[in-house]
């Protein structure tokens, strides 16, 4: 505790939460705003192409833009440990942090899996499972959804905290669940058996 402390009461973070320049606060939450941008944005591309969106783009030459994705990634960290900097003990206390921290590891994870399993690796030359890497693209998707929701409603309540939180991981199931059944009865899902062919 007496670490945050410290780095609470520094003068860095004192200037950044207290002056008025554009080189404080505005700085870095515009940072944090812009980095997370380039993740999802490029991670959302992948996902709706796996999902089946502008099917006849390849998406192995996506891959290119898996450096851009990586950049925004560290820009949003970077950006995000200064801003945890100025009030670490109130981040804390709340419950939508942590909720907001697991949902980024995991999609980053499956991002990562993604990465390696359909865009470039042995898997994506001899061709990968389609509904495997659906899943991962939902799971991409549902996952910053309930990031941005909780990192957003830090600010309020306690109780709208849970409460908007709650209800973005239940609209992430529901579209996971819906996405199924949705894929086996109009054929969007792949046959399970012996249908591993390429999707890049």
Known sequence: ?????????????????????????????????????????????????????????PLAPMERYLRFMWLGFWINALSGVVLFVLEPFKFLTLPVFYIKMLAVAVAVIAVRKIAAQVLRGPAAVRGFEPAAAKTLAVVVMASWAVAIVAGRVG??????????????????????????VLGRRVGLAEPKAGSARSIA
Do not use: C, K, N
Request: no cysteine.
């Open 1 to 57: 505790m007496g670490i945050l402390e410290s780095l609470e009461s520094s003068g860095f973070a004192v200037w950044v939460r207290e002056s008025p320049s554009l080189l404080a606060y505005q700085l870095y939450i515009t940072l944090h705003t812009i980095g997370l941008a380039m993740v999802v944005g490029v991670s959302s591309a992948f996902s709706f192409r796996i999902l089946g969106v502008a099917s006849d783009m």
């Open 155 to 180: 600010a309020y309540s306690t109780y709208i905290q849970l409460q908007a939180t709650a209800a973005a991981i239940v609209t992430g199931v529901i579209l996971a669940i819906g996405w199924a």
